[in-house]
Structures are given as structure tokens and as C-alpha cells.
């Protein structure tokens, strides 16, 4: 028995899905079909095609659709609508008052966002994206290309984005700061992640024993005392730590470099804690002798005393 289609809005019976899909943009108001040409959108590809063999046949000009005015290129269109709508958004989403400069744009936002269309999909695992571009970064993941190069030092890149971000580990700018202390950052996440540290919240808690971070990725790293795991490596010595910053600060006894320095006396030091101490002991009168059997600190030389003695006697 042949199968039929029905709409729920008008009670109208479609023959195949395809047509009942297509007739329910009718009741939706939305129009995927875009003329190139004008930028007038159609509900249905047959509206498209008729209004392109009735207005552009012959045509080779670009309008814009804001004030109508027509050009010879797409690059010309483009430049006048960079230079004159760059500041103007005329269009507004009616249901989060977003507001758009150009009415494709605003189509796009109502389709993707507020409809969760995503209609570009991965031709290997099928997952689907609201964004052509999107779907170009995912792609590279299937491909394992990496088209941008950094030119300094030849680190590649998925996404410009990221190439460009990465440009001010060697440029040194760091555009974004701190309004409590005035530190700097080159990437806004790690400014948000440093504000953390002002607000005193510690949001990240370790589910074994409590222990609770104000960043994640100190978490993710604490995590491995309890599990025990070492996947940091030194391809030097063959030694395996837990965390990342501990894995670099280990580093710096290969290469004999110390890049913490003291602000008040200049001493260079190879770990912040022999820094920290250094600080405390010698500038600010507080004995705090560190230790690098646990990494705890102590006041008093008797108690670091007491401490390892404990410990022997344990061994």
C-alpha cells in the first residue's frame, strides 16, 4: 500500500516525505533558498528557480539588498557592504532580538539557532553542523590536515583562529586584562580563568577526597596522584611525572635554565617553590625550609627536622 504524507497545519495529504518536508516551510515562514543575485529568499527551489528565469536571465549584477544599489562584482558588493552596513543591522531575529546585518544572516541564525537545522553533513561519520565552515574544521579531524602554519616556528593549526591566537606567544601581545590587578593575558579564556582566582571560588572538586581547584586543569592533574598515573615523559632521562608543569619544571635541570626571578634581588631559580622559599627566608624573615621528599613546606627548621626522622623511621 502506498504510504501518504499529512500535514498537521492544514490537513493537506504529500505523496513522498521530500514534498510533505518541503510544504511545511510554508507554515514555518522560512525561506532556505537565497537568490545570489539579490539576495531574495524562497521557500521552495522551484519559487528560486522561476524568480531567477523571470528577473536575472542575462543579468550578471550584484544588488544590494539593504539599499538596492547594484554592482558589477561580488567583490564590489562585498566591500561596499563592509564599509557602509559594517555598523548597520537593520534585521531582527523576532524571537531573541538579536539584531543582523544582512537578511541571509538573520535566516541563517533562525534556522541554526532557534530551529537547530544542520543541514551540512560529514560525508565520513555523518554528523551534522548548523555552520559550512564547521564542517570544514571537522573534516581535518577525518583528513588530519592542518593548513595553517605559523611562520616563526612551524606549528600548524585546524583553524586560523587558533594560528592567530597562537602568533602572540612569539609577538608578546596580550590583549586582554585583568580589571581587578591589571595582569594581562594573550587569550580570553586564560583572563577568565585567572579572575577565578579573585572571586575565591574554588568550583572544581575532586570526587576521591574533596580537594576542591579553582582551575580544572590543576583537578585534572591531581586526579592522576589517585590513580597513579605518569603520562608526561622527559625524552631525556625517561622520568614520568603526573602533570604537564611538572614534567617542564623537571626540564630545567637538563637544560640548566632558571626562568624564575626574584623581583626584589634578581636571584634566578629553576622551580617557583625554591623561589617562593628563597623569597620568605631571606627577604621576609619567614623560615620555610621546603622539601622535596613531599613538596610541603615547614616554619620551622625543627619541624622539617621532626618530619624526615618520621620518615625514616617509617622506611
Known sequence: MEEIYYCEF??????TSQALNAHKLIHSRERPYRCEDCGEAFTLSTELSSHKCAFHVG??????????KSFSKNS????????IHATQRPYDCEICGKSFSQKGTLSNHVRTVHIGEKPYKCTVCDKGFAARASLKY?????????????EVCGHTFTRMTCLEKHKRVHTGEKPYTCDVCGKAFS???????????HTGLKPYICEICGTAFSDYSNLAGHKRVHTGERKYQCETCGRAFCTNRSLSSHKYNHSGE??????????????????LAHRNNIHFGEKRYPRKVSGKAFSKKDSLKKTQAHSHMRK
Not at 492544514?10 to 505523496?15: D, H, Q, V, Y
Not at 543579468?59 to 538596492?68: A, L, V
Not at 564590489?76 to 564599509?83: C, G
Open 187 to 197: 587569550r580570553r579564556f586564560s583572563l577568565r580563568r585567572h579572575q577565578i582566582l
Open 138 to 150: 571537522h573534516s581535518y579531524h577525518h583528513t588530519g590536515e592542518r593548513p595553517y602554519h605559523c
Open 10 to 15: 492544514c490537513n493537506k495529504f504529500l505523496s
Open 76 to 83: 564590489n558588493l562585498s566591500s561596499h557592504k563592509r564599509a
Open 59 to 68: 543579468d550578471k549584477r550584484k544588488h544590494c539588498e539593504i539599499w538596492g
Open 258 to 275: 632558571k626562568p624564575y626571578h626574584c623581583d626584589i634581588c634578581g636571584l634566578k631559580f629553576s622551580l617557583t617553590s625554591y623561589l
